[in-house]
T-cell receptor, first 114, second 117 residues
Framework: AQTVTQSQPEMSVQEAETVTLSCTYD???????LFWYKQPPSRQMILVIR??????QNATENRFSVNFQKAAKSFSLKISDSQLGDTAMYFC???????????FGPGTRLSVLP | ETGVTQTPRHLVMGMTNKKSLKCEQH?????MYWYKQSAKKPLELMFV???????ENNSVPSRFSPECPNSSHLFLHLHTLQPEDSALYLC????????????????FGEGSRLTVL
């Protein structure tokens, strides 16, 4: 069975600085998707970024980028120029092929400080 | 208006009550999900419906009963719950199920916060 680990329960960063959230996973699959989801306080969870395992190039979405290390089964999220609105729980998630069975990590609570 | 709407947002019920959670998606998606989110635990997938048929049931106790009358609506019927069932219940939808190339994004509702006394 797949597992997703996020070793940082809580993190904080000063506004405008850069922060990296860690995620590791365990799978025997060769093709899969990885995701970062964001859940702001009392708001719905939204997709931040996704990575296809067969793509070597790291995904980027504006201030958000990932460092995908397939051999190490590592998928970290870098947030550049942090903003107050980035304060949220961040969940790393894995999805195996042929079925939308997402496996989520326990989450990292990120606080952006003014 | 959000793409996935859940009602009620908050629910308090006794262990002998019967209540239902409702989810509606306005995105034209074919798959809908119920997740349970408890404090300090990963999201737990409860049920998945694809084209109104249940395709996943992750060993959820029978006191939780899902219903999907059409591709836009999903219900979670609750009866004789336990205090440990108190959690945030999230509904989500996605464009499809089982299509690897087209798969990916889950769209979530804001959740229904359930408290069982």
């Amino acid at each position: 069975a797949q597992t997703v680990t996020q070793s940082q329960p809580e993190m904080s960063v000063q506004e405008a600085e850069t922060v990296t959230l860690s995620c590791t996973y365990d799978t025997s699959e060769n093709n899969y998707y990885l995701f970062w989801y964001k859940q702001p306080p009392s708001r719905q969870m939204i997709l931040v970024i996704r990575q296809e395992a067969y793509k070597q190039q790291n995904a980027t979405e504006n201030r958000f980028s990932v460092n995908f290390q397939k051999a190490a089964k590592s998928f970290s999220l870098k947030i550049s120029d942090s903003q107050l609105g980035d304060t949220a729980m961040y969940f790393c998630a894995f999805m195996k092929p042929y079925g939308q069975n997402f496996v989520f990590g326990p989450g990292t609570r990120l606080s952006v400080l003014p | 208006e959000t793409g996935v709407t859940q009602t009620p947002r908050h629910l308090v019920m006794g262990m002998t009550n019967k209540k239902s959670l409702k989810c509606e998606q306005h995105l034209g998606h074919n798959a809908m999900y119920w997740y349970k989110q408890s404090a300090k635990k990963p999201l737990e997938l409860m049920f998945v419906y694809s084209l109104e048929e249940r395709v996943e049931n992750n060993s959820v106790p029978s006191r939780f009963s899902p219903e999907c009358p059409n591709s836009s609506h999903l219900f979670l019927h609750l009866h004789t719950l336990q205090p440990e069932d108190s959690a945030l219940y999230l509904c989500a939808s996605s464009q499809g199920w089982g299509d690897f190339l087209g798969a990916g994004e889950l769209f979530f509702g804001e959740g229904s916060r359930l408290t069982v006394l």
